[in-house]
């Protein structure tokens, strides 16, 4: 695709805009990601998981938004990329704002695919810890859990799975 020229400037001044508005969404983000991972390493049972969630849902919400307008606007640009169509803009104040708006979102955006891969382990950890809590009220037994396969029955032990000497 051709990018359209002349007027760089009120549509640079524009993604200039969607950037700095970018930032702001992920750094929200951010912070809430943050306590989301308190609550799940203070309380492993998953107390205020359910608000820490709440409070990240309108942030993501408005990043898909900005995400769509921002594509909107590149496809109305003629352009595939952001940096593309800063690359083809004149060398103003404006492209290096542009330039070094768009590295710190990139930036963020590796921040923040961290965060979620961290959030995404401690979420596992914490299911790992209510499936064992659930074994231990349900008073599952080993065999019951630990069966050879290809046994159509289980043998039943005389202990739980979880008793002090197993």
Same mark, same amino acid.
């Given at each position: 695709?051709?990018?359209?020229?002349?007027?760089?400037?009120?549509?640079?001044?524009?993604?200039?805009?969607?950037?700095? +508005? *970018?930032?702001?969404?992920?750094? /929200?983000?951010?912070?809430?990601?943050? @306590? !989301?991972? %308190?609550? &799940?390493?203070?309380?492993?049972?998953?107390?205020?998981?359910?608000?820490?969630?709440?409070?990240?849902?309108?942030?993501?919400?408005?990043?898909?938004?900005?995400?769509?307008?921002?594509?909107?606007?590149?496809?109305?640009?003629?352009?595939?990329?952001?940096?593309?169509?800063?690359?083809?803009?004149?060398?103003? +104040? *404006?492209?290096?704002?542009?330039? /070094?708006?768009?590295?710190?979102?990139? @930036? !963020?955006? %590796?921040? &923040?695919?961290?965060?979620?891969?961290?959030?995404?382990?401690?979420?596992?950890?914490?299911?790992?810890?209510?499936?064992?809590?659930?074994?231990?009220?349900?008073?599952?037994?080993?065999?019951?859990?630990?069966?050879?396969?290809?046994?159509?029955?289980?043998?039943?032990?005389?202990?739980?799975?979880?008793?002090?000497?197993?």
């Amino acid at each position: 695709m051709m990018h359209k020229e002349g007027n760089q400037g009120p549509a640079l001044r524009e993604l200039i805009d969607l950037l700095r +508005e *970018e930032l702001a969404l992920g750094k /929200r983000c951010q912070e809430a990601f943050g @306590e !989301l991972r %308190k609550a &799940l390493v203070e309380n492993p049972s998953g107390d205020g998981v359910p608000n820490a969630v709440r409070a990240i849902e309108p942030h993501l919400a408005a990043l898909g938004r900005l995400t769509k307008k921002q594509e909107t606007l590149l496809a109305e640009r003629g352009e595939a990329r952001v940096l593309s169509w800063i690359a083809h803009a004149g060398a103003t +104040e *404006e492209r290096l704002t542009a330039v /070094r708006l768009f590295r710190e979102t990139a @930036e !963020l955006q %590796k921040d &923040l695919r961290r965060d979620i891969k961290r959030l995404s382990g401690l979420l596992a950890h914490s299911k790992d810890f209510i499936d064992f809590q659930i074994n231990v009220l349900t008073r599952t037994r080993a065999s019951d859990t630990y069966a050879k396969e290809g046994t159509e029955e289980p043998a039943t032990r005389d202990i739980k799975m979880f008793d002090a000497n197993v």
